[in-house]
């Protein structure tokens, strides 16, 4: 069936340092590919998203691409701030639109 | 304009005794999505209706479970006979369209954390 595996956190970053959050998917078709967030104290959130292969989803200075011929999605930011910190979830959508998210990534960025 | 609504906030029960959890969805969004968030985990989907009828509910863990949308808009998800396990935060989202593979995006709301003594 369909699933996502991300890399377990938490990860502890100085501020303005890169960050990189691995994603890797397992699906038949060709899923729509999503980064949500959740910042402390709120709901979930939609970041960015891919909807076809080699589409690069941005917002707010992340970046993440899709790329079908290694099944990644691989978050990105290239200076990360304090107000970054929270738990970031890799997910896809399957044909029937549910949503089937990864296990969340904690990223804490120190001042 | 207001989003998702989820009531209560919070909801604390006995083993054993039934509840029911409240989705307000944003106006005029026809798909609405339950999914449930143990601790630790990210979410997992229960339930989608397109209007008034379920669509999917292959997420429901068991007959316990049980989700209702009768005109359209408010959800109620009910379970009855809780057991410790059913203990999570149960989300609720909702999008415009729906079952379009993602293309329209579903808009979360802060969730309903249920705690079964």
Redesign the interface.
Known sequence: GNS?TQMEGPVTLSEEAFLTINCTYTATGY??L?WYVQYPG?????LL?A?KADDKGSNKGFEATYRKETTSFHLEKGSVQVSDSAVY?C??????????????TRLHILP | GAGVSQTPSNKVTEKGKYVELRCDPISGHTALYWYRQSLGQGPEFLIYFQGTGAADDSGLPNDRFFAVRPEGSVSTLKIQRTERGDSAVYLCASSLLGGIEGRNEQFFGPGTRLTVL
């Open positions: 996502v899923p729509s999503f709120e709901g979930l959130q939609l998203k909807t979830f997910a896809l959508s399957d044909p029937n639109d549910k949503i089937i998210f990864g296990k969340g």
